[in-house]
């Protein structure tokens, strides 16, 4: 934490500030989720401090419970692609050879097709559920952070501290874990705010399409979807989801800036 | 044979496998569901006399493989098979929404290709100073935002708020280009916004990278002008990893097109694909999953193609 600069501190604090909202929902928001207690459309009050949505509910109370479940998607989406990914990626990158070709050439086929179609293929048959789409979305989002760690480990598994490990007679198991997961780490903490905020975008943009987060339960993207007929008229209801996101995308990039440059210059000046 | 001929051969018979792969992928994708289509369109009460006419009737009770290769065959033919949903033809559903498509990503091209790369030149001639920064700010928020929400805040700014241009984009094929043009103005807004941001930050990098060169000191040191030492010298050498982002971002505009369409009401492919995802119809699915999936293939294939045709030192060998 020390030196930390002062933007990736904001950072920070706005981002550690939307987690505990998110977990201290029901205790914060002033109504309940779908509790109807206004008129339609009702613009800001003292009553109500973001107004009321498209069917008479507290907009904050909306955001602060649609946070809740984004926040809750996405890191979940974005721990399952991290666990997935890295650990293939490490297992191609040491095993080499066929494994590595048949594990690489593979994850391009995935890559070629895009993210958000094949979402929509799949979910075309899926039912769509919380876990199904934490799969899906963590699925699709591992072919990234595989091909990532794949490269990081690569550089790292010719090093002769990992030589000396293969030599002391260590398995596979341990080199990968032991050796390349702590020295592959800060590379993929600092790629881990760039998924997590690609994860939010991800289900807004589903729950948006209404293939994702299913009403009566609020979501950034639903928030959205439902208040988009304001829009035409002049109510901003359906914008207030945009502050939240681009207000929580910028603080996580700038504490991943911050650790990315970390990790750049503690290893001698790559890319400075 | 000339060695960058066999690398395009290569290149042009690796991205033809990669397609057919996808095809397999797209078609897999759509059967990992424990049931199947005819229990997803008629229910968890259907008769199974009902479901036994429905599988016969949609082929499904052929090995998968089976069907994999006759909807592989009748799409190589053009023939994409009729939606479960209305009964109508796929091909005949889909060609007028393509050409919309195409012509709304065609004008978000048009418009976002030119000002990436001048604006890249202009953050490179004014680096560091305020110029590059406004830029370089405007786009980070600009990737911040989900398509769909930069969509509705230019909508309620430029629309609603201002009145400039309609806020949903009607288009029929009785209408003149101009009127087209209106129409589709705002979400070719949005489609720019999305795209030009990653566009115009590489073309910054690539030039940059450029200027490092010895060639370019020379250049400064004869005294031309800052802007001509770098759209002169600098640019050129640049081209390849610009022509490359540039294909990347258009393969990439293709799948914001999805989005976008749903935004503002737009009769394209993209709200074909997404109304159709949620009625559950496989073959329409299937049939835009392939598409979008090929001209994204087909893009980055070309990228591909363009970065090694723009080498001087594959096009001239030793």
Known sequence: MKGMPLSALLGLFITLLFFSVAILAPAIAPYGMSEIVGDVWEPSSAQYWLGTDNLGRDLLTRMIYGGRTTIFVAAMATALSFTLGSILGFTAAVYGGWVDQVMSRLNDLIMSIPTLIFALVVLSVMPVTLPTLILIMGFLD???VFRLSRAVAVDINVMDF????RLRGEGRAWVIFREILPNALSP???ELGLRFIFAILFISTLSFLGLGIQPPAADWGGIVKENREGIVYGIPAALVPAVAIV??????????????NRTTSLKGGRGV | MHPILKLVIQRLALGLLLLLAASVLIFVGTQILPGDVAQAVLGQNATPEALANMRASLGLDQPAYARYFSWLFSALHGDLGHALSNGRDIAESISGRMRNTLFLASVAAAISVPLAIFLGL?????????PDRLISAITLASISLPEFLL????MYFLSVKLGWFPSVSNINSGMTFWQKLNAVALPATVLTLVVLAHMMRMTRAAILNVMQSAYIETAELKGLRRFTIIARHAMPNAIAPIVNVVMINLAYLVVGVVVIEVVFVYPGMGQYLVDHVSKRDVPVVQACGLIFATVYIGMNLLADLIAILSNPRLRHPK
């Open chain 1, 188 to 190: 993929l903490v600092a």
């Open chain 1, 162 to 165: 990992v030589e000396a490990a």
């Open chain 1, 247 to 260: 207000t929580l995308s910028i603080s996580v990039n700038l504490v991943a800036d911050w650790a990315l």
């Open chain 2, 151 to 154: 969509g509705y805040v230019v």
């Open chain 1, 142 to 144: 591992s072919t990234r």
């Open chain 2, 122 to 130: 202009l953050a490179v001639r004014y680096r560091d100073r305020w």
